[in-house]
């Protein structure tokens, strides 16, 4: 993996952080391939819209609320760093 996506995934693990108060978790100890809702880190549907709300003020990026997409998106913080490398990208 090359380093600007590495340093995306870094961005976006603290973008989680601090939008959603997860004081009690560092950036390195969130594994990038992890599960955000449910199992893995355990968030939930508020958590998304935030989150989803801070990737848009940072990034420029739009989501629609409910579709698979967004579901395959919000897997993991890699799959996010996917989404929004590519929307960059064009």
């Known amino acids: 993996?090359?380093?600007?996506?590495?340093?995306?995934?870094?961005?976006?693990?603290?973008?989680?952080?601090?939008?959603?108060?997860l004081e009690d978790l560092s950036p390195e100890a969130i594994d990038p391939e992890q599960a955000l809702f449910v199992e893995g880190l355990g968030l939930d549907s508020i958590d998304a819209?935030?989150?989803?709300?801070?990737?848009?003020?940072?990034?420029?990026?739009?989501?629609?609320a409910d579709s698979e997409q967004t579901r395959k998106h919000f897997a993991s913080i890699r799959a996010l760093a996917q989404f929004v490398a590519e929307k960059r990208s064009k």
């Not at 935030?50 to 629609?64: D, F, K, P």
């Open 1 to 21: 993996m090359n380093t600007v996506a590495l340093d995306l995934e870094h961005e976006i693990k603290e973008l989680l952080i601090s939008c959603l108060n």
């Open 49 to 64: 819209l935030e989150l989803g709300l801070a990737l848009q003020q940072r990034y420029g990026v739009s989501m629609s």
